[in-house]
C-alpha cells in the first residue's frame, strides 16, 4: 500500500524553526528521489527541496540555506529542517516523489505551516 503521511506543522513565530517529518509507506520511496513540496492559499503547488536517492540535495532559491531536507531510506522517512522562517513559508507542506519518470503517488493530507508574529 503506497501511502505518505506528514507531520510536524504548526504555528511559529518568524525566525523560529519547525522539523517536518514524512512517513511513507511503499517500497517505491526507498527507490526514488523524494521531495517536499508546499501549497500557499491561492498557489499553486511548488517543489521546496529534493534529495535523491543516494542523497543529493536541491533547493528553491527562496529555501536556500534555510532549509535542509534529508532521509532515512531504512526508515521510509523524508525530513525537512526549516530554519529562520518568514511569513512567505507559511503553506501547507507535503512529501512525494520528486517529478520524474513515474507520477507522483496520492497525495497525503499535508502539514500546515503557519509563520506569523
Known amino acids: 500500500q503506497v501511502q505518505l503521511v506528514e507531520s510536524g506543522g504548526g504555528l511559529v513565530q518568524p525566525g523560529e524553526s519547525l522539523r517536518l517529518s514524512c512517513a511513507a509507506s511503499?517500497?517505491?520511496?526507498?527507490?526514488?528521489?523524494m521531495g517536499w513540496y508546499r501549497q500557499a492559499l491561492g498557489k499553486q503547488r511548488e517543489l521546496v527541496a529534493g534529495?535523491?536517492?543516494?542523497?543529493?540535495?536541491n533547493y528553491t532559491d527562496s529555501v536556500k540555506g534555510r532549509f535542509t531536507i534529508s532521509r532515512d531510506i531504512v526508515k521510509n522517512m523524508v525530513y525537512l529542517q526549516m530554519n529562520s522562517l518568514k511569513p512567505e513559508d507559511t503553506a501547507v507542506y507535503y512529501c512525494?516523489?520528486?517529478?520524474?519518470?513515474?507520477?507522483?503517488?496520492?497525495w497525503g493530507q499535508g502539514t500546515q505551516v503557519t509563520v506569523s508574529s
Open positions: 511503499g517500497s517505491i520511496f526507498r527507490r526514488r528521489g
Open positions: 512525494n516523489l520528486i517529478p520524474g519518470p513515474t507520477s507522483p503517488a496520492a
Open positions: 534529495i535523491s536517492r543516494g542523497g543529493t540535495t
